[in-house]
């Protein structure tokens, strides 16, 4: 039998070390994209977006650590943890919302034909403004604390208006959104095959139609809500077992650990292997449409 010291110990170093190589990953991701000057397209930015997002909330997950001591000093602990609670709401709202940015922005090239390229100031300060509004609400309230296993601080306060802010400020929001991302995809995925197919059984493979750039350009941003769709529903499962349960459950909080990093790591990955199978392309002079074409069978 495994003693709750021991159990604190690795339940922490798990969040550290998860978070700690999607961090780096992010890490890596920002930096390729700075080098290579990849910026200056409004697709990379809005790529960027959500690396630097993910990289901003795996690092204030990583900080959780420091509160592997928090039962021998509640007070000093208690305001580290209302700190990291506050972060965290703000950093994961963030990255929500610059996900149903991108989600929107692909429905509107997709669905309704239009490329809305102005919007992106739009874009970057609802999803930078918004999370603050809301991270301030459980901080008058006093909501944000421990979870039952006292590992991760977020809106865990055990009262039940914690339970009804924790409900109304993230889970309640974000399964309405995960349903619409979800069906935003559907919807896309089937428009564009049958867009994609029409146009190919009638043009000839060039790289000259800006339709088949933009769509190239455009696809692997619609890896982003599908990995929104992948991990939070773990994530969303273990926050309300927490607020229902005065148990810890050790598996569920490890697959927590676990799905909520990988949200993060595999917004950076995605980025990364989609530069290089980009770069890659280019250098086998791989013509455009076909490489649009490939990807769409997978999808399909």
């Avoid at 604190?8 to 920002?30: E, K, M």
């Avoid at 990289?55 to 928090?70: E, F, K, R, S």
């Avoid at 089937?190 to 146009?199: D, E, H, S, T």
Wanted: overall charge positive.
């Amino acid at each position: 039998m495994v003693n709750s010291s021991a159990t604190n110990i690795f339940n922490h170093a798990a969040v550290a070390v998860a978070n700690g190589i999607s961090l780096l990953v992010c890490l890596v991701a920002t930096i390729v994209i700075r080098r290579l000057k990849l910026y200056k397209k409004l697709v990379y930015r809005l790529a960027l977006y959500q690396v630097l997002s993910a990289l901003a909330m795996a690092t204030v997950a990583a900080m959780q650590v420091v509160l592997i001591n928090h039962d021998k000093s509640p007070n000093i602990y208690g305001r580290v943890c209302t700190a990291i609670g506050l972060l965290q709401v703000y950093t994961e709202w963030t990255k929500l919302l610059f996900t149903m940015c991108v989600t929107f922005h692909l429905f509107c090239f997709a669905v309704l034909h239009k490329n809305l390229k102005k919007l992106e100031v739009l874009y970057v300060v609802t999803s930078l403004l918004v999370p603050a509004l809301i991270a301030i609400v459980p901080l008058v309230t006093h909501a944000y604390g421990l979870n039952t296993d006292g590992n991760i601080c977020n809106i865990y306060a055990n009262t039940s208006v914690a339970f009804i802010e924790r409900l109304a400020l993230w889970d309640g929001p974000a399964m309405l959104m995960l349903i619409a991302a979800s069906t935003a995809m559907v919807v896309m995925v089937i428009k564009l095959a049958g867009q994609v197919r029409q146009r190919s059984k009638y043009e000839p493979i060039t790289d000259g139609d800006q339709f088949w750039k933009a769509l190239n350009q455009l696809l692997p941003l619609a890896a982003f809500p599908i990995l929104f769709f992948m991990f939070e529903i773990p994530v969303f499962i273990f926050h309300v077992y927490t607020t229902q349960h005065s148990t810890p459950n050790e598996g569920m909080y490890i697959a927590n650990v676990v799905c909520f990093a990988l949200w993060s790591m595999a917004s950076g990955a995605t980025v990364i292997i989609h530069i290089s199978v980009a770069r890659i392309c280019r250098r086998e002079r791989k013509p455009i449409k076909t490489a649009v074409l490939d990807v769409l069978d997978t999808l399909t």
